[in-house]
């Protein structure tokens, strides 16, 4: 059986077709998570069931793009101030992986959207680590259950999931 939380976002995001992921994979179903973060209700009952998660951290930082908006969010509850992680540094500006304030010496906590294979988290984990920061934990939304966890546990990751495939189609196997 479904939570209702699982049910919503399953209805508001489920895709069928065929989709290529960032991964490379090819999908006949997608998990389109704008659909459900640009629904304020639901983006912020998504980030609740992800405040819960968190373990002592002092930062918390948002995966460009879909991690943004979470991380935004459960800034909002927490009180806990954010970065926004982008994929690469800008070659203009301030030219940072990492936009917002410091985190040399503080427990970050990744927060991302969809969870698949953990190669967007683990090319922006490097680059934070070597700015000093303490990344030992990422929270998502989703975990696709399709070897992100064991990948980023490689690593030294720990992933924490509000909700996984297996909850969201729950109620199709019924």
């Known amino acids: 059986m479904p939570t209702p939380l699982a049910r919503r976002v399953y209805d508001a995001c ?13 999908s006949d179903e997608y ?3 704008y659909l459900f973060e640009g629904r304020p209700e639901l983006l912020r009952e998504v980030a609740e069931a992800m405040v819960a998660l968190l373990p002592e951290c002092d930062v918390l930082a948002g995966m460009e793009m879909g991690g ?3 991380a935004t969010v459960m800034s909002q509850l927490t009180g806990l101030p954010t970065v926004f992680v982008r994929k690469h540094a800008k070659d203009y500006g301030t030219a940072k992986v990492a936009e917002g ?3 040399d010496g503080r427990r970050v906590v990744l927060v991302e959207d969809v969870v ?5 988290l683990l090319a922006s984990c490097g680059p934070l680590r070597s700015m000093g920061a303490e990344v030992e934990t990422v929270v998502c939304a989703i975990d696709r259950e399709q ?3 064991e990948n980023l546990a490689a690593e030294g990751l ?6 996984t495939r297996r909850d969201l189609e729950a109620d199709l196997a019924a």
């Open 14 to 26: 489920h895709l069928t077709g065929q989709f290529r992921l960032r991964s490379g994979q090819v």
């Open 31 to 33: 998990f389109d998570k």
């Open 68 to 70: 943004i908006p979470l």
């Open 101 to 103: 304030g410091p985190v």
């Open 116 to 120: 698949t294979t953990g190669g967007a």
């Open 147 to 149: 070897g992100g966890r």
């Open 158 to 163: 720990r992933l924490r999931s509000a909700l």
